[in-house]
């Protein structure tokens, strides 16, 4: 995380292509380890995010 900016939005939003991915694929190798690492985010108090194939 160290490697992240330091920036005043309130907002991130982060959009990942995997071609051929099932919804379950993608939650799975994409979704939860980037919810898992922003998770870590100093501040973060809501987060949301939707996979689709």
Known sequence: ???????D????RVM???PGASPQVMTSS???PLERQFGQMPGLTQMASTSSG
């Open 1 to 7: 995380m160290s490697a992240l900016p330091q920036v």
């Open 9 to 12: 939005y309130p907002t991130i």
């Open 16 to 18: 990942t292509l995997y």
């Open 30 to 32: 994409v979704t939860a």
